[in-house]
C-alpha cells in the first residue's frame, strides 16, 4: 500500500466502538458493586469490591467523556506532525520523534511515540495521558501511547501511517536511529 505523505488526513471518533467500552464499564462497575453490598451472595468482598468500583467507575467515566466527544476528528496526521486530542492539544512534530514502536498488553496494541524529553515537557498533555505516563514507562511504553481505539481506523493502518510519515520527515525508517520495534508488557 502506498502511502501519501503529502496529504493530511482527519480520523473522526467511532461512537460505536466506544459504546462497546461504555457497557463493559457499566457491567463491570455494577458487579465490583454488587460484590461490594451483597456479601450473603459474594462473601464478604470489600477487598476487591471497592478498588473494582473505583477503577471500573472510572473507566466508565472516561468511556461517557470519549463518547461525547467523539463525533469529531479526534487524529490529524500531516506532513508537518500528528494531533491526537487523546493526548494533547498541540501538534507533535515528526522531527521530534525519536522512535516508534508497538507495545501490547493483554491483547491490545499501542503506538508508542518516544519523543524528545524537552519537547514533552513543553507539551500540554491531557489529565490521561499524564497519570499513565511514568506507569506506563516502567511497563516498557516509554513515550505516548496511541491506540486505535475509539477511532475510525484500525491498528495496521494507523502504525503504517505513522512510520510512513516518520520516515517522510526524517528518512528511512528502521536503521540505527530510528528502531520500530515490537514490545510486550511484562507478566501482563
Excluded at 482527519?10 to 461490594?36: C, D, N, Q, Y
Excluded at 499524564?130 to 491498528?155: Q, Y
Excluded at 516518520?166 to 536503521?175: L, N
Aim: glycine content about 12%; charged content about 15%.
Amino acid at each position: 500500500m502506498q502511502i501519501d505523505t503529502s496529504q493530511t488526513l482527519e480520523i473522526k471518533g467511532s461512537p460505536l466502538k466506544l459504546i462497546g467500552l461504555l457497557l463493559a464499564g457499566i457491567v463491570m462497575t455494577g458487579l465490583s458493586a454488587a460484590i461490594t453490598f451483597l456479601p450473603a451472595v459474594f462473601g464478604p468482598g470489600l477487598i476487591f469490591g471497592i478498588p473494582g468500583m473505583l477503577f471500573f467507575g472510572a473507566c466508565t467515566c472516561i468511556a461517557v467523556y470519549r463518547l461525547i466527544i467523539s463525533s469529531g476528528v479526534m487524529v490529524t496526521i500531516s506532513p508537518a506532525g500528528i494531533l491526537d486530542l487523546r493526548i494533547a492539544r498541540e501538534m507533535i512534530p515528526w522531527s521530534e520523534v525519536r522512535e516508534v514502536f508497538v507495545w501490547s498488553s493483554s491483547g491490545q496494541k499501542f503506538i508508542i511515540l518516544n519523543v524528545d524529553p524537552e519537547f514533552e515537557k513543553t507539551l500540554g498533555l491531557g489529565w490521561i495521558p499524564r497519570m499513565t505516563r511514568s506507569a506506563n514507562a516502567k511497563l516498557g511504553a516509554d513515550g505516548l501511547a496511541i491506540a486505535p481505539t475509539g477511532i475510525r481506523i484500525g491498528f495496521d493502518d494507523l502504525f503504517a501511517l505513522i512510520c510512513a510519515h516518520v520516515a517522510a520527515a526524517q528518512g528511512p525508517w528502521g536503521g540505527a536511529g530510528h528502531p520500530v520495534r515490537h514490545v510486550d508488557a511484562p507478566g501482563l
